[in-house]
């Protein structure tokens, strides 16, 4: 049907190109009057009287057509007046919803802006702050903004992870570098401030968050950490970096060597220490502790500012039982953090700061458990990816566990990316990358990742293996649910890690277990031979690569000591690789098999009464039902069956 049939006239359609240039088709962008439909009467008789003015040759083709043309034109303003009068109003409410959008952003900003000065926050600071939409300090932060930059008290605070720890010792420091350059008191290139962490990856972090709200100044930051060539990090010092962040071993490894930029430390006016309670663990204090007597020995030591931050400073167990079996633990560590505060060199009247909860974890992180044998681990495990997509962080205790499950899980084709203390620095970096950018992502990782990480958007923590300490469940658990958002802890216990469980229940004061993570039985049929497939087809894998690393020992000694192999242990060699091959034939067959199983979708039968819920009315309940199941979050389960 043609624009023109909304009566019963036919008319015809005009020639818009040989009108183009007359002026004939315009848009208003206000809604026409009466007035203006008279100007436009009027306009299209001019127009009529310029065609009238044309050529004798073309005369008697306008009489022919002026009468239609005379419709259309009528016709065509009258359509054309109704659709202005419609686009004008759509384009008067879309400027209109956007300049309440632009007042109402910029009511924000300003009012952002007061909030941040009313911190003490110099103005370069803000800028960046505002230009990152950071624009409402967190807790941490309203707390300790004020002491550290107007009052210069010593900071001592406690919060959970996901608070904004970072941002509480960075912007006190990089407020105070400004107003020391303003007023002559430092200068560029020199060692101002030292912020140590316990690993390499929080160390990278934090000089990520510091570069974000130090744009606006010309303020150098260099990371020294271990796992990167030295001669790297010598070379970034030699840039005299104001701001150093590190690791106690590298660091203390440059002062021994007597790296000139930061062997000087008179000109030190801030130290930040940021997991403290991480720091005074095996591995960290000896190094730290000797830094801190280097720090205390000069003049300068009663001007300098110390911050020291942890999400667990103050956490301590109120189980008599566990006080009596780890009462000489316990008095080790807090001796070691009494000692740690005063080698900082404390002020007297620091300012204390714990925001630490009641029961140690944030208030929007919903916490989890399932109950399984040891065996049945990776079948949940494979449950809970395959039916809840997000961001996933899968935490276990040891390196070995790790590379077993990246073998499963690759070959089940969930694409694991591994994090542990064994990799180069360099991959680990890759890694988290990876895992930052894809928003269906999963790492599998040693405590090494459960600490300070702020990685964006983590949905899922996954304890494959319950932790060792209420510490540890904490800082893991403490990846999600982070600036006020949504997140799900989920602990996989077997029987041998109760005592683990219940140590952790005892130390976080809950009165009740954590809730039982709901899994419906019926996919697990279907999942159970995908991932007995998967185990098989690994341990198969392994076999024959562990047959080939041995051959290529045994020709590789020999290369190298220029000998023939004996007979008896090529004759070993021989059966080991036959044997190999047989095993790699079953392996390819394991494999196809496993392909095919991939291939095909997930068969639900709905475990649930849920025919009352969804009446036959409305379709199928188990097809409904399968959508709705597709459709939720692990959350949004959890909630549905609590």
């Known amino acids: 049907m043609s624009d023109y049939d909304d009566d019963g006239d036919h008319d015809v359609a005009p020639n818009y190109e040989n009108m183009r240039g007359m002026g004939f088709i315009c848009w208003r962008e206000i809604p026409a009057t009466n007035d203006e439909v008279h100007e436009d009467i009027q306009l299209n008789k001019k127009k009529k009287k310029q065609k009238k003015k044309r050529k004798l040759d073309a005369v008697e083709t306008e009489q022919e057509i002026e009468t239609p043309i005379k419709k259309v034109k009528t016709k065509k303003k009258k359509r054309s007046n109704e659709t202005n009068m419609t686009s004008s109003l759509q384009i008067i409410n879309e400027n209109n919803k956007d300049e309440v959008e632009t007042t109402s952003n910029n009511d924000t900003i300003e009012t952002a802006k007061k909030v941040w000065s009313d911190l003490h926050v110099s103005e370069n600071i803000i800028r960046s702050l505002l230009e990152k939409k950071f624009y409402d300090p967190t807790p941490i932060q309203r707390l300790t903004l004020p002491a550290a930059i107007r009052d210069r008290l010593d900071i001592i605070g406690a919060a959970e992870t996901g608070?904004?720890?970072?941002?509480?010792?960075?912007?006190?420091?990089?407020?105070?570098?400004?107003?020391?350059?303003?007023?002559?008191?430092?200068?560029?290139?020199?060692?101002?401030?030292?912020i140590l962490t316990p690993t390499r990856e929080l160390a990278v972090q934090?000089?990520?968050?510091?570069?974000?709200?130090?744009?606006?100044?010309?303020?150098?930051?260099?990371?020294?950490?271990?796992g990167m060539s030295t001669q790297k990090q010598e070379?970034?010092?030699?840039?005299?970096?104001?701001?150093?962040?590190?690791?106690?071993?590298?660091f203390w490894e440059l002062l021994q060597e007597n790296n000139e930029h930061i062997i000087d430390m008179s000109n030190l006016r801030f130290l930040a220490i940021d997991e403290t309670d991480r720091m005074i663990e095996k591995g960290h204090f000896e190094e730290l502790e000797k830094i801190l007597n280097l720090t205390n020995n000069d003049d300068n030591n009663q001007l300098r500012q110390k911050f020291v931050f942890s999400a667990t400073l103050m956490l301590q167990s109120n189980t008599d039982n566990e006080k009596k079996k780890q009462k000489k633990k316990k008095d080790d560590s807090q001796d070691k953090l009494t000692t740690l505060i005063s080698a900082v060199g404390i002020s007297a009247k620091p300012k204390i700061i714990d925001l630490t909860k009641k029961f140690g974890t944030v208030e929007t992180l919903t916490e989890a458990r399932v109950n399984c044998s040891l065996e049945d681990k990776d079948l949940y495990l494979y449950y809970f990816l395959t039916l809840y997509s997000g961001r996933t962080l899968i935490f276990t205790n040891s390196i070995d566990c790790i590379k077993r499950l990246q073998s499963i899980l690759a070959i089940l084709k969930r694409n694991p990316l591994p994090l542990h203390a064994q990799m180069e620095q360099k991959q680990r970096l890759t890694n988290l990358e990876k895992f930052s950018n894809s928003d269906n992502g999963l790492l599998v990782a040693t405590d090494v990742a459960a600490r300070g990480l702020d990685i964006p958007n983590i949905k899922h923590i996954i304890h494959y293996q319950v932790p060792r300490s209420t510490q540890l469940y904490i800082?893991?658990?403490?990846?999600?649910?982070r600036a006020e958002r949504e997140g799900l802890s989920v602990m996989f216990i077997c029987p041998e890690e109760l005592f683990l469980y219940r140590k952790i229940i005892k130390t976080l004061n809950r009165d009740e277990d954590l809730q039982a993570f709901p899994i419906d039985i019926t996919y697990l049929s279907n999942l159970k031979r995908r991932v007995r497939l998967a185990s098989e087809i690994s341990k198969l894998h392994h076999q024959v690569a562990k047959v080939a690393n041995e051959t290529n020992w045994y020709h590789k000694a020999a290369k190298e000591l220029d000998i023939e192999l004996d007979d008896n242990i090529r004759d070993i060699e021989q059966a080991k690789t036959a044997n190999a091959k047989d095993i790699q034939k079953k392996e390819i067959q394991l494999r196809n098999e496993l392909d095919l199983l991939l291939k095909q979708p997930l068969k639900y039968s709905s475990s649930l009464n849920i025919s009352c819920s969804y009446p036959l009315l409305f379709g199928d309940p188990d097809q409904l039902a399968s959508r709705r199941k597709n459709d939720m979050t692990a959350l949004d389960e959890l909630k549905h069956r609590s």
Do not use: D, W
Request: charged share 20%; with cysteine.
């Open 475 to 481: 800082h893991r658990s403490g990846r999600t649910a």
């Open 235 to 250: 070379r970034l010092l030699s840039q005299k970096p104001e701001i150093i962040v590190a690791t106690p071993g590298r």
């Open 163 to 194: 608070s904004g720890k970072t941002l509480a010792f960075a912007i006190p420091i990089l407020t105070h570098m400004n107003r020391l350059l303003e007023s002559n008191e430092m200068s560029y290139g020199q060692f101002t401030s030292l």
């Open 206 to 226: 934090i000089k990520s968050h510091i570069q974000t709200i130090c744009r606006y100044t010309k303020f150098k930051t260099a990371v020294v950490v271990g």
